[in-house]
């Protein structure tokens, strides 16, 4: 992981509990109350590609959507970025399509296939918890890789 250094004690705040928000969302260590818990009172989590904004204990629905469909999921974080309180990290999701993926414009059925889908996240932070969590996932890849892009009505079953 390349880290562009924090330069403020607050940054290094900020650094840290983004690091601890991704570590609760890993498959292997998955503790949904703990990811909700980095989130500020009115905070949120905006799923850009999915075009859906989760408040309080919805933000966890993403972790557990996830780590259904994805029961191996990891991110890899590449780098961080800080400007005051707001941190962008470059990373990938990475897992093996074994669940079904809920998604809001209906469910696509596992198709065993593993993912390596570029993401970039938007954090901005006030007193060390998250008041906002962009995600902008690179759909059409994550859906190639899914092998569904080429048919994607065919491949969602309607909820």
């Not at 650094?15 to 980095?38: G, M, P, Q, R």
């Not at 905070?43 to 590609?49: E, L, Q, S």
């Not at 093996?96 to 809001?104: A, C, E, I, Q, R």
Request: glycine share 8%; net charge negative.
């Amino acid at each position: 992981m390349s880290q562009h250094q924090p330069k403020t004690a607050e940054e290094q705040a900020n650094s840290t509990a983004i690091s601890a928000l991704y570590a609760s969302a890993e498959a292997a260590a998955k503790d949904t109350a703990k990811f909700v818990s980095f989130f500020a009172e009115g905070g949120y989590f905006y799923d850009v590609g999915a075009g859906k904004k989760y408040y309080g204990k919805e933000i966890g629905d993403t972790v557990d959507i996830y780590a259904a469909a994805f029961p191996d999921m990891h991110r890899e974080l590449y780098s961080f970025y800080f400007n005051d309180d707001v941190v962008v990290v470059e990373l990938s999701l990475n897992g093996t399509h074994n669940g079904d993926l809920v998604l809001p414009a209906g469910v696509i059925s596992p198709t065993h296939k593993e993912i390596h889908a570029p993401c970039c996240d938007v954090f901005h932070l006030k007193d060390g918890k998250v008041v906002s969590f962009h995600c902008y996932v690179a759909v059409p890849i994550l859906l190639e890789q899914l092998g569904v892009f080429g048919n994607l009505s065919a491949a969602l079953k309607k909820k």
